[in-house]
């Protein structure tokens, strides 16, 4: 047992994020889970330096039970490389572990989660947050920064703006790698997934001052 005061091993936390994720998958704090198939909960080591957290699994993600997998996700992950980050040294996370979907026909389609769904899945992110202890904490989009910074944070005028914030040594926040998949017409769409891109060699500089 440790001490009091000292910080847990690396085997500790990963311990405490196994039996997080584990309880996770039993959450019924909200009525989400009537509608997805599964709880996703985040992925990565419990050593990660930095943590993503996007707004909720999608259609994808939420059969797959892994985060960040469909078309978006494939995004992310391209540019994460591309801004030379280690994969093993990011943990990917939502702020809502189930998929908030409106059947269509065959499809189902993405709703944003409610002010309520996102505080009944408040704690699960708190316990990957205590546990992964990452020095770097990146939201993004609107969903993710309004969960970890408040209302004041606004993705389009503070993206690559580092906050104050007890959560992490580095808070930061940019777009959803969805928001690029949604630009109209192809121009527009290589310029933005260039700016995100560049928000995360931004990311990755301040990251490796701080080591």
């Known amino acids: ?8 091993s690396k085997a500790a936390r990963r311990k405490r994020l196994t039996q997080v994720r584990e ?8 009525d989400l889970w009537k509608r997805g198939t599964q709880t996703v909960f985040g992925e990565g080591a419990a050593t990660a330096r930095v943590m993503l957290v996007g707004e909720q ?5 939420d059969l797959a039970g892994e985060p960040f997998v469909g078309p978006a996700g494939q995004l992310l992950r391209a540019a994460l490389e591309e801004a030379g980050f280690d ?41 990957e947050i205590e546990n992964v202890r990452p020095a770097m904490i990146v939201a993004l989009g609107a969903t993710a920064a309004g969960t970890l910074l408040g209302s004041a944070a606004k993705v389009t005028r503070d993206r690559g703006k580092f906050f104050e914030s007890t959560l992490a040594p580095l808070v930061s926040l940019t777009v959803h790698p969805s928001s690029i998949l949604r630009t109209p017409d192809s121009a527009a769409r290589r310029a933005a997934r260039e700016e995100f891109v560049n928000d995360l ?11």
């Open 1 to 8: 047992m440790a001490k009091a005061g000292k910080p847990p």
């Open 23 to 30: 309880d996770a998958a039993l959450c019924r704090r909200c």
């Open 57 to 61: 699994p999608g259609d994808q993600e």
């Open 87 to 127: 994969p093993a040294d990011v943990y990917l996370t939502n702020a809502v572990k189930h998929f908030k979907l409106q059947p269509r026909g065959k499809r189902r389609i993405h709703e944003k989660p409610n002010r309520e769904e996102v505080l009944a899945c408040r704690m699960w992110l708190d316990g």
């Open 201 to 211: 060699k931004t990311f990755a500089r301040k990251l490796g001052r701080n080591r």
